[in-house]
């Protein structure tokens, strides 16, 4: 745990940096009017990356957004999770593919690039994933340890989530650093005899319906 | 600027709100065997001046889970692994030679909650008199086991 607190605190630090760094930057004007060419911007979660090597879950995901006017930019989400739940004599592992799509909205840019600047969107999402309950325990008094397992199985799960998020050109390249976070609320999860899943890939913790989902990508800009 | 500020700490507080799954509150766990007592020689429901209740949940001890006086009903939690029976001991004095009833028993695994896991339900409660000595004889009550509203059995001592 310490370390991936370490690890997320440099990211932090290198986000700052890197802020402070493309402020100096000259960029073209937009256009007055804007109309839509086929642009892309394809980008990979790194930070949930890095902290994969030091946890017990693995993600990946990315992303796809384009710019369809002046400040809305559509987005899809593509990742798979890879987890694992051992607490209170519970043992699970569920992992899958996720998928989200949605659009957020330039709240303020960078009045000399109007790519630079806070965002604020929606998405929904679902995730598709195999799950297995090795142990889940049984309450009574005076009997400790005793626990029923379950056969894998296959679920889907689905959510919405909010998105507030910058995103900052590198320099002058196609570059951009995209930070996020993403409120989510578990909306409807098919369920193994009636068992609320612990862990849902793409969602994280799902005990409790609300989760909070945090990425660091970088983006390049086709 | 600031309202993106206020937006976020909302969010960051709705998130922080979620159930916790550490707690499970003790009337969501598996019910208990309730247990009340008859004169054996007038069938009227009755005290136990003194009485000590075993339980053999499958360990190497025989756990004592009663020591009381003056009883007039006993709460006694049954075993909730694979076994189909629960062997239970009753003495009315400390070197009295026990009485062994077994409860034999259909089990029933419950979802409860993230924090609960499962509970366990009876069914087709039946109490066989293995060994006779203060308990006489035992009348069926109530064969299912759900909540802790019913009694179950009658010892008649």
Redesign the interface.
């Known amino acids: 745990m310490r370390i991936i607190s370490i690890f997320i605190c440099a990211f932090s630090l290198l986000s700052v940096s890197v802020f402070s760094q493309t402020k100096t930057e000259e960029k073209k004007q937009d256009s007055i009017k804007w109309k839509y060419t086929p642009n892309f911007t394809v980008g990979v979660d790194v930070l949930n990356l890095g902290t994969g090597f030091f946890s017990d879950r693995q993600m990946i995901q990315g992303f796809i957004s384009t710019r369809i006017n002046k400040k809305v930019h559509a987005i899809i989400d593509i990742g798979y999770d890879n987890n694992i739940y051992q ?4 043992d699970a592992k569920a992992d899958g593919l996720f998928a989200k799509i949605g659009g957020f909205y330039m ?2 840019t960078d009045p000399e690039n109007a790519l630079n600047g ?1 965002y ?1 969107g929606g998405k929904l999402a679902g995730s598709f994933y195999n799950q297995e309950y090795k142990a ?8 400790e340890g ?1 626990f ?1 397992s379950f056969d894998p199985s296959t679920q889907s799960s689905y959510w919405i989530e ?1 998105m ?1 998020g910058a995103r900052v050109q590198v320099f002058s390249s196609n570059f951009f650093i995209d930070v996020n ?1 993403q ?1 989510r609320y578990l909306a409807y999860t098919t369920k193994q ?4 899943p ?1 862990i849902v890939p793409g969602f994280g ?1 799902s ?6 989902g945090f990425s660091w990508n970088i983006a390049y800009k086709f | ?1 600031k309202n ?1 500020i206020w ?2 700490g909302f ?2 507080l ?2 922080s ?6 707690i ?1 509150l003790g009337e ?3 019910p ?1 065997l309730l247990l009340k007592f008859r004169n054996d020689s007038n069938n009227l429901v009755t005290t136990v001046d003194t009485l000590y209740v075993d ?1 053999d ?1 499958g360990k190497d001890t025989i ?1 004592n ?1 009663i020591y009381s006086a003056n009883v007039d009903s006993v709460f006694i ?5 694979e076994s189909p029976y629960t062997d239970i001991y009753f003495r009315t004095r400390r070197n009295q030679t026990r009485s062994k009833v077994r409860i034999n028993y259909e089990k029933n ?1 419950i ?10 339900n009876y069914d087709n409660l039946n109490a066989e008199l293995l060994e006779s000595n203060a308990v006489q004889s035992i009348q069926t009550n109530n064969t299912s086991l759900t909540d802790e509203n019913n009694i179950n059995f009658y010892l008649r001592f």
Do not use: H, Q
């Open positions: 607490k209170n004599g519970y709240l303020s806070f604020a889940i325990p049984v309450k009574g008094l005076n009997s005793v029923l909010a507030l976070v409120p005899e009636e068992i609320k612990m913790k005990s409790g319906s609300f989760n909070m | 600027m993106l937006i976020f969010l960051l709705l998130t709100c979620g159930s916790d799954d550490d499970c969501e766990s598996t208990r339980v949940y756990r889970i939690p049954m075993r909730i692994d695994a979802y409860v909650s993230p924090a609960c896991g499962f509970k366990i």
